[in-house]
């Protein structure tokens, strides 16, 4: 039986007459990187924050970590930990000083507070820039530390709002490669990201949010495959075995100078052996074949209505979809 990080069942919250979440049911399996998208305004952050114990909901039963929201928070608060969008890191204090005084916060003994500091250094490759003010220390430093000092206590749960917002491509792979670590580790993520590319790269299960309701789950290729646009591209070593196969198929778009056909499909195995087998049948053979399926950019775009990055630069659009 599937051990549950989080199970939430109609979870509502309102403030004044506008409701933000209303009936939202979550389910995170251990050990797994959940992200929650949406719209702004779509509720993700109240969501985040009714878990994390911050707010509470006007209605719902949750247990996170194994303990209900309600009655055990102090228990959820021990097995949790919490990086937000923006860095709880003290620029004033050096890189080690920042992790002694979160041990110190949890309340851990000097040396089991020192010997924690010295492996999350380690970890987190900050061992050089240890002694330096973390002011110093560029965006992509700054971030691996908040989510060192997260770690101090343990979490078995971590909540990673907007982990990667303003850094560097390289810093964002180098951070995700981190979150893959804890994964690998034990650790549950439920992530919430402005970057579409970065759920579609690191989630196991991905749920939409829009006006308070969840209206889409599931993996990154589910979702992609539950928006038309997808098609087979087949290539052909001349104009004959382009025809042949666009009057088999009955279906299809032919580009005679690129020899190649595009098939609707929505890049399952099952109807891409069916129209392998069908041309086979006929002796008509396929020098290449690629599969298009929409990204999370399009299903973001048409379940919710909206573009993904609304304020996006066509730079940022390019690198870091959200």
């Given at each position: 039986m599937t051990t549950l990080a989080i199970a939430a069942t109609g979870l509502r919250k309102s403030y004044g007459d506008k409701t933000v979440l209303d009936?939202?049911?979550?389910?995170?399996?251990?050990?797994?990187?959940?992200?929650?998208?949406?719209?702004?305004?779509?509720?993700?952050?109240?969501?985040?924050?009714?878990?994390s114990t911050l707010t509470r909901a006007d209605a719902g039963e949750v247990q996170v970590a194994g303990y209900d929201l309600t009655r055990q928070a102090d228990d959820v608060r021990g097995a949790i930990?919490?990086?937000?969008?923006?860095?709880?890191?003290?620029?004033?204090?050096?890189?080690?000083?920042?992790?002694?005084?979160?041990a110190d916060l949890r309340h851990l003994s000097k040396r089991d507070g020192r010997q924690k500091a010295k492996q999350l250094l380690e970890q987190f490759?900050?061992?050089?820039?240890?002694?330096?003010?973390?002011?110093?220390?560029?965006?992509?430093?700054?971030?691996?530390?908040?989510?060192?000092?997260?770690?101090?206590g343990d979490p078995r749960l971590i909540f990673l709002d907007e982990p990667t917002t303003g850094l560097d491509p390289r810093s964002r792979r180098a951070?995700?490669?981190?979150?893959?670590?804890?994964?690998?580790?034990?650790?549950?993520?439920?992530?919430?990201t402005q970057y579409l590319e970065e759920a579609d790269q690191l989630a196991d299960r991905i749920a939409l949010l829009d006006r308070g309701h969840l209206i889409a789950e599931g993996?990154?290729?589910?979702?992609?495959?539950?928006?038309?646009?997808?098609?087979?591209?087949?290539?052909?070593?001349?104009?004959h075995a382009l025809d042949a196969a666009r009057q088999l198929l009955s279906?299809?778009?032919?580009?005679?100078?690129?020899?190649?056909?595009?098939?609707?499909?929505?890049?399952?195995?099952?109807?891409?052996?069916?129209?392998?087998?069908?041309?086979?049948?006929?002796?008509?053979?396929?020098?290449d074949l690629s599969i298009h399926t929409p990204d999370l950019d399009d299903v973001f775009l048409t379940l919710t209505g909206q573009p993904a990055t609304p304020t996006a630069t066509a730079a940022q659009t390019t690198e870091a979809l959200r």
């Open positions: 009936g939202v049911d979550l389910t995170v399996p251990e050990g797994t990187i959940f992200s929650l998208l949406g719209p702004n305004g779509a509720g993700k952050t109240t969501t985040v924050q009714i878990l930990g919490v990086t937000g969008q923006y860095s709880a890191v003290d620029k004033l204090l050096t890189g080690e000083e920042n992790l002694l005084l979160m490759d900050l061992v050089d820039a240890a002694a330096k003010p973390a002011g110093t220390y560029s965006g992509g430093m700054q971030r691996r530390l908040d989510l060192a000092m997260t770690l101090v951070m995700w490669q981190i979150v893959r670590e804890l994964v690998h580790n034990g650790v549950t993520i439920f992530l919430t993996t990154a290729d589910e979702l992609k495959r539950r928006i038309p646009g997808g098609h087979i591209q087949l290539t052909f070593a001349d104009t279906a299809g778009t032919p580009d005679p100078e690129a020899l190649t056909l595009q098939v609707p499909s929505d890049g399952g195995v099952a109807p891409i052996r069916e129209l392998l087998t069908r041309l086979d049948q006929q002796d008509i053979h396929v020098e």
